[in-house]
């Protein structure tokens, strides 16, 4: 694989982890939207927003950006861990059993059989369930754009 097919990759693995999360996009002429990201064209980067507010106050549901338009894209907020979505991706792609795992969403953490926590800082806990736990942590990040 060449270094750019490596780098494009990886640009969009990041835009697909801001899918529906809160953006910024500023445009060449001046002009700020912030909303959901909802979509994205690799080639054109063009960008789609719902749920958007311009710099002026005024709400749109939906706002397309085109992309020779766009200046940048600020990334509203910045958590990445999301401890609900991490706990349906580890039931889903590592079988664990979903009695096993708990969400706590006002602490942003997954306790999984009461002896492995997750949360945004990483794995605690040891063994062979932290071990299973931690690869998927960070298969999880990988998916999300984050990390290798």
Do not use: C, W
């Not at 605690?124 to 754009?145: M, W």
């Amino acid at each position: 694989m060449s270094l750019a097919s490596e780098a494009s990759r990886r640009f969009v693995a990041r835009l697909n982890g801001l899918l529906g999360k809160p953006v910024i996009v500023n445009t060449m002429k001046g002009k700020t939207y912030k909303g959901i990201l909802y979509g994205f064209d690799s080639s054109t980067l063009s960008v789609v927003l719902t749920s958007a507010q311009d710099n002026q106050g005024k709400r749109h549901p939906l706002v397309v950006v085109m992309g020779h338009n766009i200046a940048d894209i600020l990334v509203e907020e910045s958590a990445i861990f999301d401890a609900k979505e991490f706990a349906e991706f580890i039931v889903r792609y590592g079988g664990i059993p979903l009695h096993q795992v708990r969400v706590y969403e006002d602490l942003n953490i997954v306790e999984v059989s009461r002896t492995v926590k997750v949360s945004k800082d990483g794995i605690e806990g040891a063994g062979p369930l932290a071990q299973k736990i931690y690869t998927l942590y960070r298969e999880y990040l990988r998916r999300k754009g984050v990390g290798d």
